[in-house]
């Protein structure tokens, strides 16, 4: 059984820190995107950033690109998303997720497998 389970989620204020972690187990994620969404109440998931399971290519968007890093440590089967100068429009629910590398780079909302998320609050 595929699991993907996110922790490290929690209130912090604006400029703080919070580093989120994904176990992964179940099967072997070689051919796959580890990456991370996220969603905001009220609003669609949207993509944050992608790794290859190799630790190639990190991708991130846009508004999260120089404060957000994302990286993978194959021997703990974990991805983990560090995230510094956070903003109140960060606030939202994480997901991880891994998506087949098929479906092409970076990852879109088709992914395979996800996990239950984690709420990240930023307060002003």
């Known amino acids: 059984q595929v699991q993907l389970v996110e922790s490290g989620g929690g209130l912090v204020q604006a400029g703080g820190s919070l580093r989120l972690s994904c176990v992964v187990s179940?099967?072997?994620?070689?051919?796959?995107?580890m990456g991370w969404f996220r969603q905001a109440l009220g609003k669609e998931r949207e993509f944050v950033a992608a790794?290859?399971?190799?630790?190639?290519?990190?991708y991130y968007a846009d508004s999260v690109k120089g404060r957000f890093t994302i990286s993978r440590d194959n021997a703990k089967n974990t991805v983990s998303l560090q995230m510094n100068s956070l903003k109140p429009e960060d606030t939202a629910v994480y997901y991880c997720?891994?998506?087949?590398?098929?479906?092409?780079?970076?990852?879109?909302?088709?992914?395979?497998?996800w996990g239950q998320g984690t709420q990240v609050t930023v307060s002003s």
């Open positions: 997720i891994a998506s087949l590398l098929y479906r092409g780079w970076p990852p879109k909302d088709d992914y395979d497998y």
């Open positions: 790794i290859r399971w190799s630790g190639a290519s990190p």
């Open positions: 179940g099967r072997t994620f070689s051919n796959y995107a």
